[in-house]
């Protein structure tokens, strides 16, 4: 006979499949918080964006509304990402993680990383002519580490400018207002690493060179 705790009901057995289903449904609410924070959107913003109400974007985040692809499809367009990003459904037989970039406003977009919840890893292009000047400074909760791989990057932060050039590095809290763009006329391609709650980057090791040189 079958305990409280067992696996078999009245229906019989549940599916390993319609396990695997309920997990995935029940994912998708914290990567739409997750995708949404790293962008620095509010639930308004979106609603906007999408013509969903904030209340069922709220419940979707939550998990409390089942996510439909009625809802799903605007979400997806809003964001700029693949349908499938926001399900995370991965190919049969294939445990490979695959990151797509995507396209926002002529910045192109490359994740590095899956760690959804945690620190968010991009590598970006910026095109010429794609500056953000008559955007405004924007806040949010995290933390923002910035490494300049080629070309030249404005960082606007707070009543500061400072032009980032290759091989040079930058990181604030997302609290201070700030804005970053192409500061030159060739296109510029850095890393940002983003924190949603506060999370800093923290070097764990150093050459023997630049230890010995702090020494001296």
């Known amino acids: 006979m079958e305990g409280v705790g067992g696996r078999h009901g009245r229906s019989g057995p549940v599916s390993t499949q319609d396990e695997d289903f309920e997990s995935v449904l029940t994912a998708v ?3 739409l918080r997750a995708i949404r924070q790293q962008r620095g959107t509010t639930l308004a913003q979106l609603s906007e964006r999408t013509g969903i109400s904030v209340s069922t974007l709220s419940r979707l985040e939550s998990g409390g509304r089942r996510p439909t692809l009625e809802l799903l499809l605007p979400l ?6 693949a349908l499938d990003e926001l399900v995370d459904a991965p190919p049969t037989g294939d445990p490979r993680v695959r990151l797509r970039p995507f396209v926002r406003h002529g910045w192109t977009y490359l994740p590095l990383a899956r760690n959804l919840g945690g620190m968010q890893a991009y590598k970006m292009v910026v095109p010429a002519g794609g500056s953000r000047d008559n955007c405004e400074q924007r806040t949010h909760e995290g933390h923002e580490w910035l490494y300049v791989l ?3 990057l404005l960082l606007k932060l707070g009543d500061h400018d400072v032009v980032l050039k290759a091989g040079e590095a930058a990181e604030f809290d997302t609290r201070t207002p700030h804005l970053f763009t192409n500061a030159g006329s060739t296109p ?16 764990r090791a150093r050459t023997a060179n630049s230890a010995s040189s702090q020494e001296d």
Do not use: C, I, N
């Open 29 to 31: 609410g914290p990567r």
């Open 150 to 152: 080629s070309g030249e």
């Open 76 to 81: 997806a367009r809003a964001h700029g990402v």
């Open 188 to 203: 510029v391609e850095f890393l940002s690493l983003f924190g949603p709650q506060g999370e800093r980057v923290h070097v």
